[in-house]
């Protein structure tokens, strides 16, 4: 099996992570060996709600396509 792309999701208030995004998606691909144009990586808040909202919390979602080499 061989990586077809990546999709990651990061909620949090702060630190806001856009600055970081393209180092960390890099990291990511390095780390699988994989171009970084395979690996999406997104940040958003979850609008001051429940402890993700309150800074007490981190939640992240990521997802991986493989396909048959």
């Given at each position: 099996?061989?990586?077809?792309?990546?999709?990651?999701?990061?909620?949090?208030?702060?630190?806001?992570?856009?600055?970081?995004?393209?180092?960390?998606?890099?990291?990511?691909?390095?780390?699988?060996?994989?171009?970084?144009?395979?690996?999406?990586?997104?940040a958003t808040t979850h609008e001051k709600?429940?402890?993700?909202?309150?800074?007490?919390?981190?939640?992240?979602?990521?997802?991986?396509?493989?396909?048959?080499?």
């Amino acid at each position: 099996y061989y990586v077809v792309n990546i999709d990651c999701t990061v909620i949090l208030e702060k630190p806001k992570l856009n600055p970081h995004i393209p180092s960390m998606q890099a990291c990511i691909a390095d780390l699988l060996k994989v171009d970084s144009d395979r690996v999406s990586l997104k940040a958003t808040t979850h609008e001051k709600v429940d402890s993700f909202g309150k800074s007490e919390a981190v939640k992240a979602y990521a997802t991986c396509l493989l396909d048959k080499a």
